[in-house]
């Protein structure tokens, strides 16, 4: 099973809303990252996860905040969002974080902010 | 400064024929390269990667790039296009500064392949 998951594939908000993006891989992977991909836009690293600590946190503000309870899963919870955070959400797993392992990509949650 | 540079915004080509797209990056630091595939509405996947040995690597669907050092370049060429590579490619790299670098994939700007009938 070389695949990464995320629910939901579509979300729309407004921008008092609470609501939390999940994504979640059963291949052992012990790296998982989130980033964002804005339209017409690479995407761009937001956090990166090791062995479920926070590696890297790419200066992004408060209202994102990445959660990893457990090696499978990674969340995005996301509080008082803006319009501008509208974008393509994509979540990566890979064995670890040496380019060697490859990162596989989820399909991506679509976020609209309202 | 590091960053990467597609130079090609949009590809048209033909199908059957040949294609290249092409990657330059700045660095004071040793790289790693990739080259990813997003179809519309996907995530992205892997074409292929250069971490260190023959400058010459070969990816899947056929397609291949070369690393050369003196032009900081990392071509995509493909002998003879087909209409499912029509998706836009990224080239990206990791910066080699150690540590927590190892986890950043810094992406170029896309280059959208469009494989005309």
């Known amino acids: 099973d070389t695949e990464v998951t995320q629910t939901p594939k579509h979300l729309v908000m407004g921008m008092t809303n609470k609501k939390s993006l999940k994504c979640e891989q059963h291949?052992?992977?012990?790296?998982m990252y989130w980033y964002k991909q804005k339209a017409k836009k690479p995407p761009e690293l937001m956090f990166v996860y090791s062995y479920e600590k926070l590696s890297i946190n790419e200066s992004v503000p408060s209202r994102f905040s990445p959660e990893c309870p457990n090696s499978s899963l990674l969340n995005l919870h996301l509080h008082a969002l803006q319009p501008e955070d509208s974008a393509l959400y994509l979540c990566?797993?890979?064995?670890?974080?040496?380019?060697?392992?490859?990162?596989?990509f989820g399909p991506g949650t679509r976020l609209t902010v309202l | 400064a590091q960053s990467v540079t597609q130079l090609d915004s949009q590809v048209p080509v033909f199908e059957e024929a040949p294609v290249e797209l092409r990657c330059n990056y700045s660095s004071s630091v040793s790289v790693y390269l990739f080259w990813y595939v997003q179809y519309p509405n996907q995530g992205l996947q892997l074409l292929l990667k250069?971490?260190?040995?023959?400058?010459l690597v070969k990816g899947i669907n056929g397609f291949e790039a070369e690393f050369n050092k003196s032009q900081t370049s990392f071509h995509l060429r493909k002998p003879s296009v087909h209409i499912s590579d029509t998706a836009e490619y990224f080239c990206a790299v990791i910066f080699n500064a150690g540590g927590t670098s190892y986890g950043k994939l810094t992406f170029g700007q896309g280059t959208i392949l469009t494989v005309h009938p």
């Open positions: 990566a797993s890979s064995q670890g974080t040496h380019p060697y392992n490859e990162q596989f």
């Open positions: 291949m052992g992977h012990r790296a």
């Open positions: 250069y971490l260190s040995g023959s400058t």
